[in-house]
Nanobody, 120 residues
């Protein structure tokens, strides 16, 4: 069974930093795009950042210049470095990945979510 396991969330003061990690485990052929989403109470889940296997990145305007997404293909892991966090960054953060179970077909998997709370 393939799964994504997240870690690194917690309580952080405004202006501080956190590093989120998400590792894929199980049996699979490879991983294509990976990303981080977040969902705040009463709001829809939104894309925070994404990264291709070739390391091209994309960011939501609200986090550009503050958050950095990266990945280690050898470890099947994606990271989100969050700097200069703001109270409005408070949300449950979910990782997402296109995982090739077989070489010709992938499934989209989600992590269980990790809470990030920014105190004012």
């Amino acid at each position: 069974q393939v799964q994504l396991v997240e870690s690194g969330g917690g309580l952080v003061p405004a202006g501080g930093s956190l590093r989120l990690s998400c590792a894929a485990s199980g049996s699979f052929s490879g991983i294509n795009d990976m990303g981080w989403y977040r969902q705040a109470p009463g709001k829809q889940r939104e894309l925070v950042a994404s990264i291709t296997r070739g390391l091209s990145t994309n960011y939501a305007d609200s986090v550009k210049g503050r958050f950095t997404i990266s990945r280690d293909n050898a470890k099947n892991t994606v990271y989100l470095q969050t700097n200069s966090v703001k109270p409005e960054d408070t949300a449950v953060y979910y990782c997402n990945a296109q995982v090739y179970i077989y070489p010709w077909d992938y499934v989209v998997l989600w992590g269980q979510g990790t809470q990030v709370t920014v105190s004012a």
